[in-house]
Protein backbone atom coordinates (compact mmCIF):
# COMPACT_ATOMS: atom_id res chain seq x y z
CA UNK A 1 0.00 0.00 0.00
CA UNK A 2 1.18 3.36 -1.01
CA UNK A 3 1.79 6.40 1.57
CA UNK A 4 -0.70 8.65 -0.07
CA UNK A 5 -3.30 5.79 0.77
CA UNK A 6 -2.31 5.11 3.89
CA UNK A 7 -2.59 8.84 4.49
CA UNK A 8 -6.08 8.98 3.21
CA UNK A 9 -6.74 5.88 5.64
CA UNK A 10 -5.65 7.04 8.94
CA UNK A 11 -6.49 10.69 8.18
CA UNK A 12 -10.20 9.08 7.84
CA UNK A 13 -9.87 7.22 10.74
CA UNK A 14 -8.68 10.17 12.89
CA UNK A 15 -11.86 12.13 11.52
CA UNK A 16 -13.91 9.32 12.36
CA UNK A 17 -12.25 9.98 16.15
CA UNK A 18 -13.16 13.55 16.06
CA UNK A 19 -16.69 12.73 14.66
CA UNK A 20 -17.41 10.38 17.55
CA UNK A 21 -16.50 12.51 19.90
CA UNK A 22 -18.29 15.42 19.33
CA UNK A 23 -21.13 12.86 18.96
CA UNK A 24 -21.07 12.13 22.22
CA UNK A 25 -20.98 16.26 23.06
CA UNK A 26 -23.90 16.37 21.75
CA UNK A 27 -25.55 14.16 23.70
CA UNK A 28 -24.56 14.71 26.80
CA UNK A 29 -25.87 18.26 26.04
CA UNK A 30 -28.71 17.05 24.99
CA UNK A 31 -29.58 14.60 28.08
CA UNK A 32 -27.99 16.93 30.17
CA UNK A 33 -29.23 20.47 29.15
CA UNK A 34 -26.06 22.03 28.45
CA UNK A 35 -25.32 24.79 25.88
CA UNK A 36 -23.54 23.83 23.06
CA UNK A 37 -22.10 25.75 19.74
CA UNK A 38 -24.70 26.27 17.59
CA UNK A 39 -22.88 24.63 14.51
CA UNK A 40 -21.39 21.68 16.25
CA UNK A 41 -24.41 19.57 14.14
CA UNK A 42 -22.22 20.81 11.21
CA UNK A 43 -19.10 19.77 12.59
CA UNK A 44 -20.00 16.71 13.35
CA UNK A 45 -21.74 15.91 10.01
CA UNK A 46 -18.42 17.34 8.27
CA UNK A 47 -16.13 15.56 10.55
CA UNK A 48 -18.28 11.92 9.72
CA UNK A 49 -19.28 12.25 6.06
CA UNK A 50 -16.76 14.33 4.30
CA UNK A 51 -13.62 13.28 6.80
CA UNK A 52 -14.04 9.85 7.32
CA UNK A 53 -16.83 8.22 4.74
CA UNK A 54 -15.58 10.43 1.81
CA UNK A 55 -11.47 10.20 2.71
CA UNK A 56 -11.89 6.08 3.65
CA UNK A 57 -13.58 5.73 -0.13
CA UNK A 58 -11.21 7.81 -1.69
CA UNK A 59 -8.14 5.99 0.03
CA UNK A 60 -9.66 2.56 -0.75
CA UNK A 61 -10.83 4.16 -4.28
CA UNK A 62 -6.21 4.34 -4.96
CA UNK A 63 -5.73 1.20 -3.69
CA UNK A 64 -8.37 -0.99 -5.66
CA UNK A 65 -9.09 0.44 -8.46
CA UNK A 66 -7.17 -0.44 -11.76
CA UNK A 67 -4.31 1.81 -12.93
CA UNK A 68 -4.67 3.99 -15.71
CA UNK A 69 -3.33 3.49 -18.90
CA UNK A 70 -0.08 4.14 -19.44
CA UNK A 71 -0.81 6.59 -22.46
CA UNK A 72 -3.28 8.57 -20.13
CA UNK A 73 -2.08 11.92 -19.17
CA UNK A 74 -5.49 12.61 -17.27
CA UNK A 75 -4.16 10.50 -14.49
CA UNK A 76 -1.42 11.85 -12.51
CA UNK A 77 -0.79 11.02 -8.73
CA UNK A 78 0.83 14.20 -7.44
CA UNK A 79 -3.33 15.29 -8.18
CA UNK A 80 -4.45 12.52 -6.06
CA UNK A 81 -2.22 14.05 -3.91
CA UNK A 82 -2.92 17.69 -4.11
CA UNK A 83 -6.69 16.40 -3.93
CA UNK A 84 -5.81 15.52 0.07
CA UNK A 85 -4.35 18.79 0.70
CA UNK A 86 -7.40 20.81 -0.39
CA UNK A 87 -9.69 18.01 1.42
CA UNK A 88 -8.12 17.36 4.84
CA UNK A 89 -7.01 20.58 5.88
CA UNK A 90 -10.37 22.02 4.13
CA UNK A 91 -12.83 19.76 6.59
CA UNK A 92 -10.17 19.88 9.60
CA UNK A 93 -10.54 24.06 9.97
CA UNK A 94 -14.00 23.53 8.73
CA UNK A 95 -14.59 21.04 11.95
CA UNK A 96 -12.53 23.70 14.05
CA UNK A 97 -14.45 26.61 13.06
CA UNK A 98 -17.74 25.44 13.19
CA UNK A 99 -17.01 24.80 16.78
CA UNK A 100 -15.77 27.71 17.98
CA UNK A 101 -17.43 30.71 15.53
CA UNK A 102 -19.96 32.85 17.20
CA UNK A 103 -23.03 33.61 16.25
CA UNK A 104 -21.93 37.51 15.66
CA UNK A 105 -18.42 36.04 14.15
CA UNK A 106 -16.51 38.49 11.72
CA UNK A 107 -17.17 38.58 8.15
CA UNK A 108 -13.38 37.90 7.98
CA UNK A 109 -14.19 34.14 9.84
CA UNK A 110 -17.20 33.58 8.22
CA UNK A 111 -15.27 33.91 4.79
CA UNK A 112 -12.35 31.53 6.01
CA UNK A 113 -15.46 29.18 7.06
CA UNK A 114 -16.33 29.63 3.60
CA UNK A 115 -12.95 29.12 1.94
CA UNK A 116 -12.62 25.75 4.04
CA UNK A 117 -15.83 24.32 2.80
CA UNK A 118 -14.69 25.31 -0.76
CA UNK A 119 -10.91 23.95 -0.28
CA UNK A 120 -13.52 20.43 0.87
CA UNK A 121 -15.09 21.10 -2.83
CA UNK A 122 -12.16 21.35 -4.72
CA UNK A 123 -10.54 18.71 -2.85
CA UNK A 124 -13.28 15.87 -4.04
CA UNK A 125 -13.36 17.65 -7.69
CA UNK A 126 -9.76 16.90 -8.16
CA UNK A 127 -9.78 13.54 -6.52
CA UNK A 128 -12.45 12.64 -8.85
CA UNK A 129 -11.57 14.00 -11.77
CA UNK A 130 -7.67 12.04 -11.64
CA UNK A 131 -9.75 9.31 -10.93
CA UNK A 132 -12.11 9.20 -13.54
CA UNK A 133 -9.29 7.12 -16.07
CA UNK A 134 -9.18 4.25 -13.64
CA UNK A 135 -13.17 3.86 -13.15
CA UNK A 136 -13.06 0.94 -15.74
CA UNK A 137 -13.26 -2.49 -15.62
CA UNK A 138 -9.87 -4.77 -14.54
CA UNK A 139 -7.96 -5.42 -17.45
CA UNK A 140 -9.74 -2.97 -20.22
CA UNK A 141 -8.68 -0.60 -22.31
CA UNK A 142 -8.62 3.04 -22.19
CA UNK A 143 -11.90 2.38 -24.50
CA UNK A 144 -14.47 4.33 -21.91
CA UNK A 145 -12.98 7.69 -22.01
Known sequence: MNPLVRRYLKTAVLFLVTGLVLGVWMLVAREFGTPQ???LRSAH???LLVGFVLMMISGVAL???PRAPADDARYRPVIAEAAWWCL???TALRVALEITLAPDASVAMRAV???A???QV???VLFFW???PRIRASGANSGGR
Open 88 to 90: APG
Open 45 to 47: THA
Open 113 to 115: LVA
Open 130 to 132: TMW
Open 37 to 39: PMR
Open 63 to 65: WMF
Open 117 to 119: GVA
Open 122 to 124: LGL
